[in-house]
């Protein structure tokens, strides 16, 4: 258990450090495999909380605060409001509007018709990302791609791209962990410190891998991982969408997991 949790989660802080979301996607599902809901999301959140807050430090000169400050607050905000709408608003529909925009982006991005250069840093387009992946994350349970999609127009460097996402994400981690732990008063946590130390070092050693690394690629080839990553997130909004859309599903997820893959 503990050793495919960290490789999981090895994988999952080196993905998401270079395109700024899918750790909670790629570890969430392994550690709910042998542990009840809310101790996945509690041991989640730690470790996206920690894994971005040690991307920030790590990166810390390249962080675009303006940008965070514009997209933190309003992420956090509409986060709460995207939690008590989910229970009534249209997540397969919401699904399958991004996944459409995802793709297009993305498609578009490769092709060589749009990229970094298209937008400017500005507090509409900062403000409109927070709000946007805020919402997502409240009522879809995810919201990094979203966030994504608006930094990777404006923030076309390698290092200022990972270290503003990492740190707009550590702002939204900081005001959920502590949530998790006064309201899972009945998680054991002594039970699961065990995997919260072992998804921790395996998050440290992703990140720190992924930096080496990051001087090797391309400015472009960097530009193109992330788009491609976009790409195939889009794809999936598409499918699981208009599946549920298909199906009758419910409107939105649980309340108690909405926030599981808040950040990424």
Not at 60 to 84: E, I
Request: charged share 10%.
């Amino acid at each position: 258990m503990l050793a495919v949790s960290f490789a999981a989660a090895f994988l999952a802080a080196g993905v998401s450090t270079w395109t700024g979301f899918g750790s909670a996607t790629i570890l969430t599902p392994v550690l709910a495999s042998f542990l009840d809901l809310r101790s996945t999301i509690l041991v989640v959140a730690v470790f996206h909380g920690l894994a971005n807050a040690l991307k920030t430090v790590t990166f810390r000169d390249a962080v675009a605060w303006r940008v965070v400050l514009l997209f933190g607050p309003a992420a956090v905000v509409f986060s709460v409001l995207g939690g008590l709408l989910s229970a009534v608003a249209p997540a397969s529909a919401l699904k399958v509007a991004l996944g459409i925009l995802l793709v297009f982006d993305a498609s578009m991005g490769l092709a060589g018709a749009g990229g970094a250069r298209a937008w400017r840093a500005g507090a509409v387009h900062a403000g409109l990302g927070g709000a946007a992946s805020g919402l997502a994350a409240g009522v879809i349970g995810t919201g990094g791609a979203v966030r994504a999609f608006f930094l990777h127009h404006f923030i076309g460097g390698k290092a200022p791209y990972v270290a503003t996402s990492a740190a707009i994400a550590t702002l939204i981690d900081a005001s959920r962990v502590p949530v998790y732990l006064s309201l899972y008063d009945e998680v054991d946590t002594r039970a699961v410190w065990p995997l919260m130390l072992v998804t921790a070092a395996a998050g440290f050693a992703g990140v720190y891998l992924a930096r080496a690394l990051l001087p090797r690629i391309r400015v472009e080839r960097f530009r193109k991982v992330v788009l491609a990553s976009l790409l195939l997130a889009g794809a999936w909004f598409l499918v699981d969408g208009a599946v549920e859309w298909a199906e009758g599903e419910p409107a939105g997820p649980a309340p108690a997991a909405v926030y599981i893959s808040t950040t990424g």
